[in-house]
């Protein structure tokens, strides 16, 4: 892929906006731990380090897109780079795996859900999340099938790695990923819509009156309205570079190489910026905490305009000293 400074320019602003967007998230779920110390959002958290994490791998990239003419780059170092992306990415989809599985299992086993997803089983899975995913991310680099045999000094992700490497992505781990997400949220939302039932029932036969409503039946469909717009976000974004790359791999006569690596790539790492976004709009809890930051950042430029305007004598200082100078100048217009 030759240098373009097009696309160096988008992926340096797509790279800013992952980093701050999810590190904001992330400083958010942090106080909420703080606060409430749930489990489910260390999960989130994760979530945002990993996205902010893949920010940082491609913006190592940028320099070589910006640079005109192109600037070579060794193979070494270029592998490297795209082991750190892909290792960023799988984490990322491991760990919104990991969020659709928990929410799943606080629906189906409420009154055990405490008891099974403790702080060392989600330490645990998030460990073994992060092992998984370097392994993954490096394993071009210990296997020769996974590698190009040639490379021209220009670092891109099919500069380095073989598309077979994507092919046995797609077969190991996003089809799979994809069926669990569907069983996950087809069986939440089994599940949500029989506890509706079950109190529309209560209600009508009078075991229960509206002021002993249960809230989980809200809380129930929010989780699975959470997992389904991960899922639409997750298939979306990669599901068209995996799609296409198993083409590239079946039909090699198909140079697809340019559309995979300018378009659909930078479609499949949008997803670390949609993660954030959804958060920020969908789960209330991070939402109401955004907001009291951005009062908090707003409370204190109000200080800090009231201490630099206090100690240079305000504008109530200002107007009262000047009027001496005006009195002086019409005294010497009236002379």
């Given at each position: 892929?030759?240098?373009?400074?097009?696309?160096?320019?988008?992926?340096?602003?797509l790279?800013?906006?992952?980093?701050?967007?999810?590190?904001?998230?992330?400083?958010?779920?942090?106080?909420?731990?703080?606060?409430?110390?749930?489990?489910?959002?260390?999960?989130?958290?994760?979530?945002?380090?990993?996205?902010?994490?893949?920010?940082?791998?491609?913006?190592?990239?940028?320099t070589?897109?910006?640079?005109?003419?192109?600037?070579p780059?060794?193979?070494?170092?270029?592998s490297l780079?795209?082991?750190?992306?892909?290792?960023?990415?799988?984490?990322?989809?491991?760990?919104v795996m990991?969020?659709?599985?928990?929410?799943?299992l606080?629906?189906?086993?409420?009154?055990?859900?405490?008891?099974?997803?403790?702080?060392?089983?989600?330490?645990?899975?998030?460990?073994?999340?992060w092992?998984?995913?370097?392994?993954?991310?490096f394993?071009?680099?210990?296997?020769?099938?996974?590698?190009?045999?040639?490379?021209?000094?220009t670092?891109?992700?099919?500069?380095?790695?073989?598309?077979?490497?994507?092919?046995?992505?797609?077969?190991?781990?996003?089809?799979?990923?994809?069926?669990?997400?569907?069983?996950?949220?087809?069986?939440m939302?089994?599940?949500a819509?029989?506890?509706?039932?079950?109190?529309?029932?209560?209600?009508?036969?009078?075991?229960?009156?509206?002021?002993?409503?249960?809230p989980r039946?809200?809380?129930?469909?929010?989780?699975?309205?959470?997992?389904?717009v991960l899922?639409?976000?997750?298939?979306?974004?990669?599901?068209?570079?995996?799609?296409?790359?198993?083409?590239?791999?079946?039909?090699?006569?198909?140079?697809?190489?340019?559309?995979?690596?300018?378009?659909?790539?930078?479609?499949?790492?949008?997803?670390?910026?949609?993660?954030?976004?959804?958060?920020?709009?969908?789960?209330?809890?991070?939402?109401?905490?955004?907001?009291?930051?951005?009062?908090?950042?707003?409370?204190?430029?109000?200080?800090?305009?009231?201490?630099?305007?206090?100690?240079?004598?305000?504008?109530?200082?200002?107007?009262?000293?000047?009027?001496?100078?005006?009195?002086?100048?019409?005294?010497?217009?009236?002379g």
């Amino acid at each position: 892929m030759e240098s373009s400074f097009p696309f160096g320019a988008i992926l340096a602003v797509l790279a800013s906006l992952i980093i701050a967007a999810n590190v904001l998230v992330a400083v958010a779920v942090l106080l909420l731990i703080h606060k409430n110390d749930g489990v489910g959002l260390c999960f989130t958290l994760n979530l945002a380090v990993a996205d902010t994490l893949l920010g940082v791998a491609i913006s190592g990239l940028v320099t070589d897109q910006l640079s005109s003419p192109a600037r070579p780059t060794q193979k070494t170092l270029c592998s490297l780079r795209m082991a750190f992306v892909t290792s960023s990415a799988t984490a990322s989809v491991l760990t919104v795996m990991l969020i659709a599985f928990d929410r799943y299992l606080a629906i189906k086993q409420p009154l055990r859900y405490f008891q099974i997803m403790n702080g060392f089983v989600a330490g645990a899975c998030i460990a073994g999340l992060w092992l998984m995913s370097y392994l993954i991310g490096f394993l071009p680099l210990g296997v020769p099938i996974f590698r190009q045999t040639t490379y021209h000094g220009t670092c891109s992700f099919f500069a380095v790695f073989h598309p077979r490497f994507v092919l046995t992505l797609s077969c190991i781990g996003f089809f799979p990923a994809l069926l669990l997400f569907v069983f996950f949220y087809c069986d939440m939302l089994k599940i949500a819509s029989m506890h509706s039932q079950q109190i529309r029932k209560m209600e009508q036969a009078g075991a229960m009156t509206g002021a002993y409503r249960s809230p989980r039946t809200p809380s129930d469909f929010k989780a699975v309205r959470t997992v389904a717009v991960l899922i639409g976000s997750f298939t979306l974004s990669w599901s068209p570079f995996l799609i296409t790359g198993v083409v590239q791999v079946a039909c090699q006569k198909c140079y697809l190489y340019l559309v995979l690596e300018r378009y659909l790539w930078l479609l499949g790492v949008g997803n670390s910026l949609l993660n954030p976004l959804i958060y920020a709009y969908w789960q209330k809890e991070v939402r109401q905490q955004l907001y009291q930051m951005a009062l908090g950042v707003k409370k204190g430029l109000r200080s800090c305009l009231r201490l630099l305007s206090a100690r240079d004598g305000g504008p109530e200082g200002r107007r009262e000293n000047s009027y001496p100078i005006a009195i002086i100048s019409h005294s010497h217009l009236d002379g």
